[in-house]
C-alpha cells in the first residue's frame, strides 16, 4: 500500500546550520506532497507542498523538490533557528478531500 | 476566527474506563477528519465526515471506537472500553471543500 518514510529523529542541530529531513514515498499513482509541522503546544500547520512531479514547495526559508524519480521530497532549509523546533511530518494524497498518508514525524531541535 | 479546536486536551483514564474527545471544526467547513498519532508512529486516518455523514470510516480500527457528528457541526470520538494500546494524540482537522485540512492541537489520551 501508500506509505511515506521520514528519517528518523531526533534531529539535533546549531542556530544557522543547514537542515535536510529526508522523505520517500510509495505510491501506485501521481500523488500530492505535504511538510507538516507542529510547534511544541499547538496544532498541526501545512508547511508546504507540491501536487506534481519537480514542483518545488517554499515557505518560511524552508524548501521541497517533487521527485518523482527518487520518490522523494526533503525538506531542506539554509539556516535553521532556534524558532524553527517542532516536530515535522511528510505526507501524501491523491486528492483534495480524500485521506492524509502521513509519516512517522521527525523532531528537530535546534540550539542557540 | 477561531480554529479548530480539540477537548480536552490531556485525558488520562483507566483501561476499562470510556473516554469522549470532542471537535469543534471551522465555523463553515462541511468536511471534519480524525487522525491518531500512537507511539510516537506516523499519523493514521481515522475517519471522515461530509456534515454529519461518515464519508469514509476505514481508518477506524475497531468497534470500541465510536464517532458522531449530530447536526453536521461539532463530533465526538468515543473510546468505550479502552485499552492500554488506545493511547496516543488524537488529531482533529476540518476543511471546506476540497481545501487545505486545518488541524487541532490534538487530544492526549494516555489509558493505565
Known amino acids: 500500500g501508500d506509505s511515506v518514510t521520514q528519517m528518523e529523529g531526533p534531529v539535533t542541530l546549531s542556530e544557522e546550520a543547514f537542515l535536510t529531513i529526508n522523505c520517500t514515498y510509495t505510491?501506485?499513482?501521481?500523488?500530492?506532497l505535504f511538510w507538516y509541522v507542529q510547534y511544541p503546544g499547538e496544532g498541526l500547520q501545512l508547511l508546504l507542498k507540491?501536487?506534481?512531479?519537480?514542483d518545488k514547495g517554499s515557505n518560511k526559508g524552508f524548501e521541497a523538490t517533487y521527485r518523482k524519480e527518487t520518490t522523494s521530497f526533503h525538506l531542506e532549509k539554509g539556516s535553521v533557528q532556534v524558532s524553527d523546533s517542532a516536530v515535522y511530518f511528510c505526507?501524501?494524497?491523491?486528492?483534495?478531500?480524500?485521506?492524509?498518508?502521513f509519516g512517522q514525524g521527525t523532531e528537530l531541535s535546534v540550539k542557540p | 476566527e477561531a480554529g479548530v479546536t480539540q477537548f480536552p486536551s490531556h485525558s488520562v483514564i483507566e483501561k476499562g474506563q470510556t473516554v469522549t474527545l470532542r471537535c469543534d471544526p471551522i465555523?463553515?467547513?462541511?468536511?471534519l477528519y480524525w487522525y491518531r498519532r500512537v507511539m510516537g508512529k506516523e499519523i493514521k486516518f481515522l475517519l471522515h465526515?461530509?456534515?454529519?455523514?461518515?464519508?469514509?470510516e476505514s481508518g477506524m480500527p475497531n468497534n470500541r471506537f465510536l464517532a458522531e457528528r449530530t447536526g453536521g457541526t461539532y463530533s465526538t470520538l468515543k473510546v468505550q472500553p479502552a485499552e492500554l494500546e488506545d493511547s496516543g494524540v488524537y488529531f482533529c482537522?476540518?476543511?471546506?471543500?476540497?481545501?487545505?485540512?486545518?488541524f487541532g492541537e490534538g487530544s492526549r489520551l494516555t489509558v493505565l
Open positions: 505526507a501524501l494524497i491523491y486528492n483534495q478531500g480524500g485521506k492524509l498518508i
Open positions: 505510491a501506485t499513482g501521481y500523488p500530492s
Open positions: 507540491a501536487t506534481k512531479a519537480d
Open positions: 482537522a476540518s476543511s471546506l471543500g476540497v481545501g487545505e485540512l486545518f
Open positions: 465555523s463553515g467547513h462541511d468536511n
Open positions: 465526515f461530509v456534515k454529519e455523514s461518515k464519508q469514509d
